[in-house]
Each structure stands twice: as structure tokens, then as C-alpha cells.
């Protein structure tokens, strides 16, 4: 934590120079904010007759590198006359910074100047640091690209132009980051999206809300197999909730106070006092489940899932692809379990996402996220909930980070982030400890002793979004899903039209076992087609016959990434393929 600390002070400190740098060469800039962010930084700009080009960034970079080698010193100032500092931001045009200022007037603001060698004062933000001492700790930092950003995120508001960049502490770890954000361009999901015709998102039906092609929901209807089959050999009850309820149900739950902006409202023309809000969230659903039924402490742990599809609203700008939409379906769940329960419950969760997670070949790290300024209930709750997190975390002999301050409104979190094929971290699952709702709902469960107590609760994903999970998985594996989850396992290719009849009963087979298989007549040269499949349509396994193979009973086997791999007869295939299939990738066909 004290290195990422250190990285996140060094890169905001490089954000400044960034700042320095474009206002030395378009002293028309107005600069708005210019935080660190978790794989660089950025600052937002309002530059008045400039679109910034990437022979813009050149130059910028360019001037930041000359700013950077003479050595100039970072020194926090107490601004003493805030509103002689607000006038001073109004009458230089920088009305940004003038309005941060006015809104955070009460919350001892500073500036940060930056410093030649005689002490002169070169460039000043409004900052509340910290930063490093000078600009020779910064050796290596890259301007990546720019975007547009409305002021505050609201589309109300002026369109900005961000600059992208990031730094590191040294020249090797900034060039392993360009060669991943490199090959991450290469794996953008939203680019294989229309490649292996996946999912696409419509004007006409709204930003975020995505449609599944059929590829795609082959992928999704194999993982909801898995999901369902392990959550009832795990124990679990799978259910299903309505997409809707009356606004008293939110209200009961507390959601329409902590998570108003992000709902959507639905009014009902024949009653106008009557108002309906669309599912953000299953868990006052599955509560009302338990509730409707009395229990003893003999039938908790009780373990209820559900691939839940719940919207919640975004601003516009913020959504793209499968990783940020308004619609999206979570594989949810609920444990409700006494207190005694609590840390083997949290065990058998980590080992859910453990062993999911072998399966598609990632590993991942685990934060633990502790209560907020905005928490609702009982702190003694808090205090045990965050221990059984711990606990738990601890007799495994977990390595983790305490994320102080970032748990949800109702209780503490942990949080798991998948690493993928090329090392990016994508935060998914996450167990989160809620000793709020069960009491306000009022659900109970009788004790060994007779007394009436209170469940604890456990929300539990273990890939998060449906939605999200699938854009991860299309970058991780490149758009080539293994065999189990391709959307096409194996194409046909006969050599010569005299072999069609051949491949039409292999066709038929494959079929018949289940085997998603694609065979078209095309009049296109053989070696075309099987380089098409392997490498354009990413199909796992390219069969092959001609008359050799048509009077032994065999097909030639091209498999990709590897090329051919020999001839074998098509059942001695169908069963090596099969067991790929049910073994999710542990055999391979050779």
C-alpha cells in the first residue's frame, strides 16, 4: 500500500507539470481537475480554439521533459484570503478552480506552487496534496491519448478535452505498461464485438443497455450452466424476483435514501399516487423470501442465488462496451446465517471464486474495505462485521489490503480483483457483511434457546455482471474461448467438392454429440477458409478430408495456436473433444 501511495504522489505531481506545461504553450488554458487515477492520470482542459492531436501530445511532452530537468520544487501554500484567492482565479479567467475553491472554502484549501531554482513561482493549483519534493523523482511518464469530458461529468456542462497519461518510477515498468496497453488494444472487446459479431448496443434502445447475438449468449448459457450447477452442489436455492416494485419497498430498504440517483422511476398513469421503481439491486427481494416463511437456527445456513437482472442509472459519458452499462445481470446472492456461521460461510465463498477462477486461468488479489462516513446502523455491527471479514481473510493466510473507508453504506466489503491473460486487474467478485437490512425488515430466526434473533446477512457475487464478466473474458482469452465456451467448436472443410457427402455425415455426428459445429459450402480456396476459421472466427478446431481421409474414415486436425496435429478417425476426435468440452480445458485434444 505505501508503494501505490508513493506511485499515486508521484504521477498527481506529474499532473501538475502536465498542467504547467500546456498553459506555457496555450496560455489561453483554463485547468480543471488533474487527479491520479489507478493506472496513471489525467487532467481535464478548456482550451479555447485548440483541438488537442496527438502531435499536440508530442509537444507537450516535449515541454514537460524540459519543465522536468530543471529540477523545479513542489511547495504547499495555506491560502490565507480565500476569497481575495477566488477573485484572483475569476479576474485570470480561471473559473475551474474558482468554483473548487468556493466549494471547498470551509475545508482548509491550499495551492501548490511550483518552484525554479531562485525560488521564483512558476505555476500554482489548487491542490490538497501531497506531492514530491522535485521534478528529478520523475523519470518516466507517457501522455497516452485524449478524450472528452463534460465539467463534473455532466453533459449539462461544458465539454472538456481530458489528456490521458500515466508515470512510473522507472523507464522498464512504463515500457511493460505501453506494451500492455498495446496488446490491450489488440484484445478491446468492443472491437471484437463486431470481428466475432457478439453483442452490440443500439441509439434506439439506450447507451448501456446491450444486446446479446447469438455467439455471445452461446458463452453466457455455458457459464450459466456452470453457475447453476455449482450453486446447488454448494448447497444453494436458485429463485427468481420480479424486475419492479412500489416505491415503499425502497424505502423500507433504505435504497431510495442512499441511492435515489441512480434509480429509475416508474409512474402509473392510472394512479398517480401509486410509483414503481425498476430494480437496482435483488437483495430486499430475497429478504422478503426468508420472510415469508418462520425459521430455526437448524435451517441456516440459508443460501439463496439468483441471476438477477437489475438497472441502475448512469451518466451517459460514463458508460461503454460490457464493462459499464445500466442493464446488467448479477449472479447474486444471499446467505443468511448466525453469527457462529459467519466466518465458515465467508470461507466457503472465497472458495467458490477460488475455484471458479482456475477455470478460466486467473489468479486474483483481495481487498477489504472498511466502514464509510455515510454508514447507516449500529457501530458495535460494524465492529463485529468487519472482524468476521478479517477472521476469515487471516486463518486462510490470505494477503490482502485494507481499503479504509470504501465498504458499502450497510456493511464491509471484500473485494476481489481478477487478474487477466495480459495482468490487468478487473475488480468482480466481492462478499459484503449487512447487519442493516435484516433488521429493518425485522426477519428473525429462533435460537437454540428459544430467543428470536437476527440473521446476519451476506450479499455474495462471484463473477459480479454477467455483462461485465463477458467483456473480461473476451479480452482475457482475445476473443479464442476455449473449446468449452466457444461459440463454434469445430468448421468442416472438405478439399474438394467430391467431399461434401463425407463431411455432411461428420456434420451429423458432431450434432448428434452436442458439438457446436459449423460447415458451409463456400467457394472460397480450402487453405482461405481454414486460416478464416482459425484465425478471423477464432474457431478452435478445423476438420479436414479428402479422399485419403474419405477412405480411412478419418479427418485431418488443425487446432489453433498449434496447426496441424495429426489425422485421427472421427469418433477417436468426437471423444478427446467431448472430454475437453467436460473437463473445461484440463484435456486438451492432441
Known sequence: MENIDKLHTLRHSCSHILAQAVQKLYPQAKLAIGPAIDNGFYYDFDIEGVTLSDDNLKEIE??????????????????????????????????????????????????????????????NDLCSGPHIESTKEIKAFKLLSVAGAYWRGNEKNKMLQRIYATAFFTKEELDNYITQIEEAKKRDHRKLASQLDLFSVREEIGAGLVLWHPNLYTVREEIENYWRKEHRKRGYVIVQTPQLAKTKLWELSGHIDHYRENMFFIQKEQDQDEQYIVKPMNCPFHILIYQSQRHSYRDLPLRMAELGTVYRREKSGALGGLTRVQGFTQDDAHIFCTPEQLVGEINEIIDFVSDAMKIFNMTFEVELSTRPDSYVGDLKNWELAQNGLKQALDDRGMDYEINEGDGAFYGPKIDFKFKDAIGRTWQCATIQLDFNLPERFGIKYQDKDGVLKTPVMLHRVVFGSMERFHGILIEHYAGAFPAWLAPKQVALVPIADRHNEYMDSIYKKLKDKGIRVIFEEKSESMNYKIRDYLQNQKVPYVLIAGDKELEEGSVSIRKRGSGPIGTMTIDEFIEKLVKEIETKGSFEVQ
Open 62 to 123: 516535449k515541454t514537460m521533459k524540459k519543465l522536468i530537468s530543471q529540477n523545479l520544487t513542489f511547495e504547499k501554500h495555506v491560502i490565507a484570503d480565500i476569497e481575495a484567492q477566488i477573485k484572483e482565479f475569476k479576474d485570470q479567467g480561471e473559473i475551474y478552480k474558482a468554483e473548487l475553491l468556493e466549494e471547498h472554502k470551509n475545508d482548509n484549501p491550499t495551492l501548490y506552487l511550483t518552484k525554479d531554482k531562485e525560488g521564483n513561482v512558476l505555476f
